[in-house]
Nanobody, 124 residues
Framework: QVQLVESGGGLVPGGSLRLSCAAS????????MGWFRQAPGKEREFVAA????????GYADSVKGRFTISIDNARNTVYLQMSSLKPEDTAVYYC??????????????????WGQGTQVTVSS
C-alpha cells in the first residue's frame, strides 16, 4: 500500500507555483509518480510523470516547457514546478503512483494509487 499526500495548491494570479507529493508505505524507487489534473466538468487528464529510478520524465503537450516534474528519492517526494500559469490550468491536481507504469503512461486507469488532490486556481 502506498499513501500519497499532495500540498502546495492555492489561488495565484498567474506566475509560478510548486506542488509537492509525499509518498509513504513502499519502496519509492520502484514506482512511477505522476501528476494529473481535473477541471470542473472535465475528465481527469495527464500532466506529467517521472520514473523514480532513473528520473526519466514525460509531459502532456499542454504543459511542456512550462511545468517541470522532479523527484527527491531521499524524501520520497515528487514535485511539480508550474510556471507561466494560465487560467486554463485551474483544476484539482492529483498525485498518482504505480510500480508498472512508464514515465509516458498518460492513462489515469493505469495508476494504482492516488492522493486526495490539491486545488490550483489561476485567476485571469
Amino acid at each position: 500500500q502506498v499513501q500519497l499526500v499532495e500540498s502546495g495548491g492555492g489561488l495565484v494570479p498567474g506566475g509560478s507555483l510548486r506542488l509537492s507529493c509525499a509518498a509513504s508505505g513502499r519502496t519509492f524507487s520502484d514506482y512511477t509518480m505522476g501528476w494529473f489534473r481535473q477541471a470542473p466538468g472535465k475528465e481527469r487528464e495527464f500532466v506529467a510523470a517521472i520514473r523514480a529510478s532513473g528520473g526519466n520524465s514525460g509531459y502532456a503537450d499542454s504543459v511542456k516547457g512550462r511545468f517541470t516534474i522532479s523527484i527527491d528519492n531521499a524524501r520520497n517526494t515528487v514535485y511539480l514546478q508550474m510556471s507561466s500559469l494560465k487560467p486554463e490550468d485551474t483544476a484539482v491536481y492529483y498525485c498518482a503512483a504505480d510500480p508498472l507504469a512508464s514515465e509516458r503512461q498518460n492513462l489515469a486507469s493505469r495508476y494504482r494509487y492516488w492522493g486526495q488532490g490539491t486545488q490550483v486556481t489561476v485567476s485571469s
